[in-house]
Nanobody, 119 residues
């Protein structure tokens, strides 16, 4: 059984910063790509940032230069540093990871953490 648990969401004023964390636990052989997605009310879930096993990264155009994704492979953690936050960043943020557990490789999701940016 593999579980992803996010933390670090909250309420912040525009221009502020938050750092999200996601911990993977359970029967993990290897974590491949990890990423953060978000879903605002009435909108589809979208990719915010992703990072490979060797820390190659990509970002949505809307967050480039403001958000930074990183990971700690020894701790099975992924982080999202969010700076210069805007009201349009308000959403539920979900952690995603492609994990090999035993002989199977699957995508796993966290339960989500709310980020609210006030203007």
């Amino acid at each position: 059984q593999v579980q992803l648990v996010e933390s670090g969401g909250g309420l912040v004023q525009a221009g502020g910063s938050l750092r999200l964390s996601c911990a993977a636990s359970g029967s993990i052989f290897r974590i491949n790509a990890m990423g953060w997605y978000r879903q605002a009310p009435g909108k589809q879930r979208e990719l915010v940032a992703a990072i490979t096993w060797v820390s190659n990264t990509n970002y949505a155009d809307s967050v480039k230069g403001r958000f930074t994704i990183s990971r700690d492979n020894a701790k099975n953690m992924v982080y999202l540093q969010m700076d210069s936050l805007k009201p349009e960043d308000t959403a539920v943020y979900y952690c995603n990871a492609n994990i090999r557990s035993g002989i199977y490789t699957s995508d796993y999701w966290g339960q989500g953490t709310q980020v609210t940016v006030s203007s």
